[in-house]
Every structure is written in C-alpha cells, then in structure tokens.
C-alpha cells in the first residue's frame, strides 16, 4: 500500500473523527441543557407544590401576600398505583382483576379512614378516573396533623406521598376582601377581588415547585431517587405589586381583630394617595365561601371600605373648608349654642351637649362637635354650595385606579330645604359616603388641598418581562393651600382640645376629627344602633398618613373609633414606619 493511499484513508478518518467531535460538542455544549431538560420530561413525574398554579400579589415591598403559608398534605399518583401490575389470573370461573385496581382500591379505603374528607367509593372512584384520563397527580387531603401524616407513610402504600402545599390564601381572612379568591381545578379563574381584576396577569405564571420522581426505563419509579425537591422559578412570572403595605396592614388586621367586630379601615399616604391598607370586618375564609354564601346573616364577604355610610361628624371637615374657602366664616367667629337648632316650632336639630355649649368660637365648634354651629355655617353654603364643594373634592368619585369602579351608592343628595341643609351639614340624610372617599378627603386636607384619586396598583408585569406601570393623573388644587392649612389646625385642636383626645400620642402630633352616625336601625332593646368614626392623619406638623376608622355598633367615636386610630399609628411607628419630609 503507497504512502498516499495511507494518507488519504488516516485523512477521511480524521476529517470524519472531527465532525463527530463537532457534533458531540454541538451537542453537549450548545443543547446540552435542552437535550438533559427534555430527558428529565421523558424520565420523571412531578408533584406540583402550589395549591393554585397562579402569579404571585405582592406588596409595596415586594413581600408576597399570597402562597406565604404551607401545610401538609398527601398526594395520590394514580398511574403510578396501577400501571405496573400485572393483571391476576382468574379463579374459579371469576374474571380476572388487575391487581393495579386493587391498588387503588387499597389505596382509596386506607386514605379515606385518615383523612375523614371522602368516602372510598368516592376516592376510588376520583383515582380511577385520574388514571384513565392522565392525571399525574391527585391531592387528596390537606392539613394533615402529625398522626395522620405517620399512619400515611407506615401504610407503604405505592404512588402515595406526603409533602408539603403551598396555600394561596390565609384562613384568618388576611385581606380576604382586596384579595377576593379564585375557583378551584385546572383553571384557576380569579372570581372576586384582585383575583378577577388581574386574571390575565395572574394566571400567567411560569414558575412552580414541584416535587420529582425519576423512573428508569420501564417507566417505574427509582426508590431511591423518588420525589425530590425542585424549585424552578423562571426569570419572569405573571405579578400584580400593590401599594398595600404588609406591614402597616397586619396592623390594622391586629388592631381591629382586637376591637372591632363590625367595620372598616383605610390608610392612606396622604402625597401619593396610595392605598397601604384596607380591610374589612367581619371577614371570610376564602375556602369556606359556598358555606358562607348559603347562611351569612353578617355581610362577612362586603367590603365595607367600599360600601356607602352616613358619615356624621366627619362631614364637617368639608363644611369647614367650603365656609373658609368662601369666606363665610373665620375661625374666631362666635356662635350661640343653646342645645338645639330650631328651625320652627316643629323641627328642630339636638347638639351632642345636650345643655348646649353656650358662646363658642368657629374653631372651638368643630372641635367640640357642636351640630348647632355648624347647622348654621351650613345653612350659609346653601345646599349648591355643599355640593359645590363636594365635586371640587370629588367626594363621591367611587373609583380606586387598579381595582376599577365599584358601586356603592355614595351621593350628596340634598333637598332645597333648610331642615335638610342642616342635617346634611351634620352628614345625615342626603350624604352617603365610603371610608375610602372620606380617607382620601383628609388626604387631600393634610396635602395642602391638592387632590388625586386613590391608587391600590403600583405595576403589573406578564411573563414575558414587561413591567406595566399604572398611569395617575396629575394632582390638582382642589382648596387653596391656605384654607386647607386653617382646616389642618382646627382638625389638630380636636385632638389636643376637643372630642378626639383618645387618639392622641406622645411620639408625634395627630390631627382627626371624630364622628357618630345614625343609622335608623334598632337592637331588640330599643337601642339606635350608631356609627361610629375617627379620620386623621400624622405626623400633625408634616402630614405623611391618613387613616380612618368606622366602628358600626359604638357608642361615639371617641370611645369606638379613636383607640383603634391610636392602636394602629402606634404600631407603625413601633415597625419603624417614620415619618418622611416632604
């Protein structure tokens, strides 16, 4: 053989050596983690860990409100449980049964007596039909105690496994009302709440956890190498941020679970006008709706944030500013209370002091609450100027920008009538009005009168890495900065002088005004059933927060609504929320 022949045949195989070389490499280097991803599909099963395969809702901080808890629960692979025995041979003239049936049907009746959710017939039945149509896995009961969960894993029951769950939702009823709840199964459709508002978002979500078996190549699973932990949290997932402050919300959750069985409360960042709390009492378990729906005599699933209420007392901080802004009144401008405002020999208007407060100043009547001063002043705006002032504040705008429009009847409707101009200036009959809309009225007080409409949304992103910002209007003068200062110091002197003292801290100054509503509704006992209020904000000298409070079922607002506003702003100074210079 000639040198020639020998080099042409070493030159082929080494031309040929090179490109499987440069294949292998191909392979290994460039789809090296496509190639061993697509394996590990054809090779495992996964257990999803998540309850509901949904984005994340987080805070302002970015702190998750959803999926932050997990309990234990057991999980059924039912393919798994039948697949892989053979079938029996029959006996005795019988038809033969799969021994896999019997699997499951084993399976069924032991699970069923620890878990106490179903019947066997009804767990054997939801395994087989799991099995049939593909199902990797099937959770079969949740919150399992310790005792449960040992009787589970010493039955040695095949394609069974303990592990945990990660629950959407808090039982407690954290934010059940902002948050609302979606349905169960493979769709996961938002139903209520921030879930129906961002369904698009939320269902968009591309990370999971899961748990893993690897199964050799008939398909069985690997003893040792069954059901390990995989955390695959892609770069990007569906997510709703909030405004909401979790920190400053566990706050107003602990403050009214301590005092308020029936109510509502918002807190407001008074230049930013972004909702960082709000919650509703009684609330719900989001896993207990149907039951809830069928015999709730206690409205458990309104938002009574949202919901219109006569909001007495507090409506005199829009008659103050109106009178001030038109210079109908000045702060020092004596009037006589006698008790009673008497419009004729037939109708007249009690004070809270029911032997009246005699000579008193403007300032001194709004801390003090006196209704016949402020009748008075009322009766100067005349029912056009009362709901002059009302649209310039847009008082009865139901709107929070990320959440949409809600319907909850607030209205200035007032008679042409001066019985009725008075009881609207005491917001009585003719003015309905939610807590949000009053929080956002003292914002736009304590921010030197500039006015702009809630916010509960800050961004969105999809799963595709687009950070979707919510659009806000600019802000605009609603009341010229110097009425809404004079306001500010008559809202402190409630609370240094006159019916607000039991909101007052010793850390920072608070202003507020308190109020009591009636209702027209009645207990057993004859009793008016009464509404009770405290709006404010602080720090009083560099307003940063407002917050308001209404307590159905109280007394007054001093007693009711004032304590729990303290509560609160004393717990958020404790988490170090301080106050911030403008």
Not at 205 to 217: E, F, K, P, R
Request: net charge neutral.
């Amino acid at each position: 053989m000639s040198y020639k022949r020998v080099f042409i045949i070493m030159a082929f195989f080494l031309v040929a050596a090179s490109g499987l070389l440069a294949k292998l490499g191909y392979y290994q280097i460039i789809k090296g983690q496509e190639i061993a991803r697509q394996a590990v599909v054809m090779r495992s099963r996964q257990v999803e860990l998540k309850e509901y395969n949904r984005g994340d809702i987080l805070d302002c901080n970015l702190l998750p409100i959803t999926g932050t808890r997990a309990e234990t629960a057991a999980y059924c692979l039912p393919r798994e449980m039948s697949r892989n025995h053979p079938s029996d041979s029959s006996t005795a003239g019988q038809p033969a049964v799969k021994s896999g049936e019997q699997a499951l049907i084993r399976a069924a009746r032991i699970l069923a007596e620890v878990s106490g959710n179903q019947t066997s017939q009804q767990l054997y039945k939801e395994l087989k039909q799991a099995a049939k149509s593909g199902k990797p896995f099937v959770r079969i009961a949740s919150n399992l105690t310790p005792e449960q969960t040992a009787r589970i894993n010493s039955s040695r029951l095949t394609g069974v496994v303990v592990a945990p769950v990660i629950r959407r939702y808090p039982e407690n009823g954290f934010m059940a009302h902002l948050l609302g709840y979606s349905s169960a199964g493979a769709n996961n459709k938002g139903i209520t709440g921030l879930e129906k508002c961002y369904d698009n978002v939320l269902c968009e979500n591309t990370g999971s956890q899961a748990l893993t078996s690897i199964l050799d190549a008939r398909g069985i699973a690997i003893q040792g190498l069954m059901f390990k932990l995989r955390n695959e949290q892609e770069h990007y997932q569906g997510t709703v941020v909030l405004t909401i402050d979790k920190r400053i919300q566990e706050a107003v959750e602990q403050a009214m679970n301590e005092r308020i069985k029936c109510g509502a409360v918002v807190v407001m960042d008074v230049s930013s006008k972004e909702v960082l709390a709000m919650a509703s009492r009684p609330t719900f378990d989001p896993y207990e709706v149907e039951k809830i729906v069928e015999d709730d005599e206690k409205g458990s699933l309104n938002n009574r944030a949202l919901m219109a209420y006569h909001p007495g007392s507090i409506f005199k901080i829009l008659v103050a500013a109106a009178a001030l802004e038109e210079k109908l009144v000045v702060l020092g401008e004596q009037f006589n209370c006698q008790g009673k405002y008497v419009f004729n020999d037939q109708v007249f208007i009690p004070c809270l002091r029911e032997k009246g407060h005699g000579n008193i100043s403007f300032a001194e009547a709004f801390a003090l609450s006196c209704n016949p001063s402020f009748i008075a002043t009322g009766l100067r705006l005349h029912r056009e100027g009362l709901i002059k002032y009302a649209e310039r504040l847009h008082l009865t705008d139901e709107k929070l920008l990320g959440y949409g429009e809600y319907e909850a009847g607030s209205h200035i409707a007032i008679e042409n009538a001066d019985p009725a101009v008075g009881n609207a200036s005491l917001g009585q009959e003719g003015v309905m009005l939610t807590p949000l809309q009053i929080c956002n009225m003292v914002a736009t007080i304590a921010d030197d009168g500039r006015y702009a409409p809630p916010v509960l949304v800050r961004f969105t992103v999809d799963r595709e890495g687009e950070k979707q910002m919510l659009t806000r209007p600019d802000k605009e003068q609603a009341l010229s900065p110097e009425t809404a200062r004079t306001v500010q110091q008559l809202m402190e002197k409630v609370v240094t002088e006159g019916t607000g003292k039991n909101a007052a801290l010793s850390e920072v100054r608070v202003a507020g005004k308190t109020a009591t509503s009636q209702t027209g509704n009645y207990n057993p006992n004859g009793e008016e059933l009464l509404n009770t209020w405290f709006a404010g904000y602080f720090p009083a000298e560099k307003p940063r927060w407002a917050i308001v409070v209404l307590a159905e079922g109280g007394k007054s607002g001093a007693e009711n609504a004032a304590p729990v506003f303290k509560a609160i702003t004393q717990q958020m100074l404790m988490y170090g929320v301080r106050p911030l210079t403008r």
